[in-house]
């Protein structure tokens, strides 16, 4: 069986960090571990509190994993400090980790700040050059690539500086207002459209975690990074479009959508 490894913060009400991660990646048919950069109170509102790891003990994380069940894929998600950014840069290094896809998360679906200033430039520095694919929405692409984006245009300019500055593929995702959800991919000198329809669905906690985790996952399986995007964008629409319904804020998906057998019944 396929691996994966999500390295990423806790979400305590579910939707969004590993435990999005974990869902997606078992939905996605591989099996899944994690690292915990981050425990957070939060729920479908906002984020009440962050409590960091240490960088030794994510190391320790990390090294439990590579050295015992050696991951086909890595995902990583909400790392807030540069400490922690160093240390995860440094162990995928020295375990020669591949498939490594990077979602630069930097705000939550709410609007809480999740990533310190100063960590912006280690992250660009330190772990971006090592993905094979990054998947910033519109305010993280403006970010990294320094440009105001606010056509499709600047999507595609905006991709291609990210790519050429970082030496990896990028994954444009233009949810924020600028199309009807569709995503730019470039990679390897070369763009490509991921068109997506917009799905009436206010609850979207975790949409930016779920993404990058099927994608981890559909490359660990083997799949080209065009196909593994678009088995991912699929995979969320699935889980947007059951339209599950929890919490006071933007609610989670329904990753479990696919979900059949004995053991996945309700209760009648």
């Known amino acids: 069986m396929r691996t994966a490894l999500s390295i990423a913060g806790s979400d305590s009400c579910g939707g969004a960090g590993i ?18 950069t981050a425990l957070t109170a939060q729920n479908t509102t906002g984020v009440r509190a962050i409590q960091e790891a240490t960088p030794e003990f994510l190391g320790q994380q990390i090294d439990a994993v590579f050295e015992d069940i050696f991951p086909d894929a890595v995902k990583i998600g909400m790392v807030s400090a540069s400490e922690l950014i160093r240390v995860i840069a440094k162990k995928l290094r020295d375990y020669e980790a ?27 520095k330190e772990l971006l050059p090592l993905a094979e694919v990054v998947t910033p929405n ?107 319904d929890l919490g006071k804020g933007s609610g989670p998906m329904k990753h479990a959508f696919d979900l059949t057998g004995e053991f996945a019944k309700e209760v009648r």
């Open 98 to 124: 591949k498939h490594i896809v990077v979602d630069p998360v930097m705000v939550a679906t709410s609007g809480s700040v999740l990533l310190k200033t100063d960590a912006v430039e280690t992250l660009e």
């Open 138 to 244: 519109i305010p993280e692409a403006e970010i990294l690539s320094g440009m105001a984006i606010k056509t499709k245009e600047d999507m595609l300019a905006a991709a291609e500086k990210i790519s050429k500055t970082y030496g990896c593929a990028v994954l444009l995702k233009g949810g924020h207002s600028i199309n009807d959800a569709n995503d730019y991919l470039y990679a390897n000198g070369e763009g490509h459209w991921f068109e997506g329809k917009r799905i009436d669905n206010p609850n979207t906690h975790g949409t930016g975690c779920t993404l990058s985790s099927a994608i981890a996952s559909n490359l660990a399986k083997g799949y080209e990074l065009p196909e593994a995007v678009k088995r991912a964008k699929d995979y969320i629409s699935g889980a947007l479009g059951a339209m599950l």
């Open 19 to 36: 435990q999005a991660d974990l869902k997606t990646m078992t939905m996605n048919g591989v099996y899944a571990m994690t690292a915990v």
